[in-house]
């Protein structure tokens, strides 16, 4: 191989991996775009709701009236131990579609999704270390919420499992996650 076929060889593989890393930014820009519209119909049918965002997630909370009154609420912080029910969605439109629910320990949300379970023990309630052991985006969403809060966390597949497929979640999905926490502390 002579020399300027090595360039256009090198040349074409630098190109290439530009390409892929631009066609990946363009989704994560178009979740992005399905974020935003998520959070405005949320707020179109749910005015008292409150939006928070933390390093690239987007957390609705749709009962925020519980504390609006209250000053310096304590609420969840890196480190802390939060139990809670959830329902994972991967996110394509402007509401959560139980069609596109991948994970839950909550039984109400698994029978609206049409899920039969053998085994009623899988519905528990969950609980997690706030740390680098989450999702970046679940972590960051969940960061700030306090004891009885019911949540929306939305955030693209950049904060998610990036070019990772585990099980049925396509790589670089959008997702959303239907939270009710229960307590949390901070000890």
């Not at 399905?34 to 179109?44: P, R």
């Not at 955030?155 to 949390?184: C, D, E, M, Q």
Request: charged fraction near 20%; include cysteine; charge should be negative.
């Amino acid at each position: 191989m002579n020399k300027s076929t090595r360039i256009l060889t090198v040349c074409l593989f630098v190109g290439a991996a530009a390409c892929t890393k631009q066609a990946e930014q363009n989704t994560y820009d178009r979740q992005e775009t399905t974020i935003s519209n998520f959070v405005a119909a949320q707020l179109k049918a749910d005015p008292n709701a409150t939006v928070t965002y933390n390093n690239g997630s987007v957390r609705i909370t749709l009962n925020d009236v519980l504390y609006k009154d209250q000053e310096a609420a304590d609420s969840l912080r890196d480190g802390g131990t939060v139990s809670f029910y959830y329902a994972g969605y991967t996110l394509s439109g402007t509401s959560l579609s139980p069609s596109n629910l991948f994970a839950t320990n909550r039984k109400e949300s698994a029978t609206a999704a049409g899920w039969t379970l053998s085994d009623e023990d899988q519905f528990h309630i969950e609980t997690m270390v706030l740390d680098d052991e989450m999702l970046p985006g679940l972590r960051s969403g969940l960061a700030g919420v306090q004891n009885e809060d019911e949540c929306i966390i939305l955030f693209s597949g950049k904060y998610g499992f990036g070019n990772k497929t585990p099980g049925t979640i396509p790589a670089r999905s959008a997702l959303a996650f239907h939270v009710w926490v229960k307590s949390f502390d901070n000890d």
